[in-house]
């Protein structure tokens, strides 16, 4: 089952960044063969925050407006304080000068990625996508990669192009193959996502669809979806993550969150563990990285996926030329502006945002609060922090790196 061109790119991971790499690849003419090691595109709850830069990149593949159609548009968004409803709100419509969607914009990660892998029936002649087949092995040579596949049902195979991508996640297997650095760290905390179809912004005055809340001994998010709210709470002290998953302890949490008398319809419990890594270059050889395979950061300000396709459309971008017979060192360039943007604004704001919610002490939450409001109500301040919130500030001082 040997594959018949040589002459492509390999791109390993059907993930957003995947996916958006083989379509841009495409729509310049460039053939690749997009690797999958599941057979059918997970709808689990990932990443579900689109931020403006992101939707005006994906408007060029003709992604953003059915996203539009499937999503939920959040003009503001707010850290609250849960008992009083005190809240520093900041309002995005700021930026209509510096972006065409002055929002963010609220769709579940899985739809974007079927929405992509729809629109590579279009590019059939350039792209073959290839689910159930498992990277296993790479080697690199002057002019080429040599990538060895495996399927669950013990079929082996090879496929061979002139780059590889790899877009295939935080778990990333070309990553380990390479055997690279993934430096960084791990929270203790375990966040537990919580998806229920309750009402919140019927019970909790002046509830943005994105809100970050301080709590009386804790901390948690709610941000809404098109048919739901996604609800962020953490282990009280002295409870395992186990036991913190019981449905009587969720129903527990969320009824601090809203008493009511009836019980919580809850869609799903899932836990996981936050990390802060990044890679010391994106380019190996004739292997690029990007995405969670390059760097992974705290969910907190929903960043992750916005950063893995920015960094597929740098990438492309560069590649497109290489291809066409630019300079490597074009190669070189993708990493020297991606890479620091990820460390220096991506991980270091999100671990910002992580820090600020997760502060126990009560006088400094205040005194942050009345940092964020006055900053809110001035027209300038907000501006310059929502540019950089909203990965536009990262964007412009990507183009000035050289």
């Not at 501006?383 to 536009?392: D, F, K, P």
């Amino acid at each position: 089952m040997a594959s018949v061109s040589t002459d492509r790119v390999i791109i390993v991971g059907a993930g957003p960044v995947g996916l958006v790499t083989a379509l841009r690849l495409a729509a310049a003419g460039v053939p690749s063969v997009l690797l999958e090691r599941d057979t059918a595109l997970p709808r689990d709850l990932r990443a579900s925050t689109f931020h403006p830069p992101t939707l005006e990149m994906l408007d060029e593949l003709g992604l953003t407006a059915p996203l539009l159609e499937r999503g939920l548009e959040v003009p503001t968004w707010q850290v609250r304080m849960h008992e009083t409803h005190e809240r520093a709100e900041f309002d995005l419509s700021i930026l209509s000068r510096d972006t065409r969607y002055p929002f963010r914009l609220q769709c579940e990660q899985w739809k974007l990625c079927e929405l992509a892998r729809d629109r590579l029936a279009a590019h059939a002649d350039l792209v073959e996508f290839r689910p159930g087949w498992a990277l296993t092995g790479l080697q690199q040579t002057d002019d080429g990669v040599s990538a060895q596949l495996a399927t669950d049902g013990g079929e082996e195979d090879s496929v061979h192009g002139r780059w590889l991508v790899a877009a295939d996640g935080s778990r990333s297997t070309v990553r380990k193959l390479l055997d690279l650095r993934f430096e960084g760290l791990t929270y203790p905390e375990t966040t537990i996502l919580v998806t229920t179809r309750f009402r919140f912004e019927d019970h909790l005055p002046g509830l943005s669809r994105v809100n970050y809340v301080w709590v009386s001994g804790g901390t948690f998010s709610l941000l809404r979806l098109p048919d739901l709210w996604r609800c962020s709470v953490y282990a009280a002290a002295g409870e395992t993550t186990e036991e913190a998953m019981q449905p009587e302890r969720v129903e527990a949490k969320l009824q601090q969150i809203v008493e009511r008398d009836a019980p919580y319809d809850v869609l799903e419990i899932r836990a996981y563990r936050i990390h802060q890594r990044i890679v010391d270059d994106y380019r190996i050889g004739r292997v690029l990285l990007a995405g969670d395979a390059a760097h992974i950061n705290s969910p907190s300000g929903g960043m992750g996926m916005n950063c893995g396709i920015h960094d597929a459309f740098n990438l492309t971008d560069k590649l497109v030329r290489v291809w066409h017979g630019e300079d490597e060192s074009l190669l070189d360039l993708y990493s020297r502006q991606r890479q620091p943007i990820a460390r220096d604004e991506i991980l270091a704001q999100a671990h910002r945002n992580r820090s600020r919610m997760l502060e126990p002490d009560p006088e400094q939450r205040r005194r942050t609060l009345s940092e964020l409001q006055a900053t809110a109500a001035d027209p300038e301040r907000a501006r310059e922090y929502l540019l950089r919130s909203s990965m536009i500030t990262g964007l412009r001082r990507a183009e000035t790196l050289t």
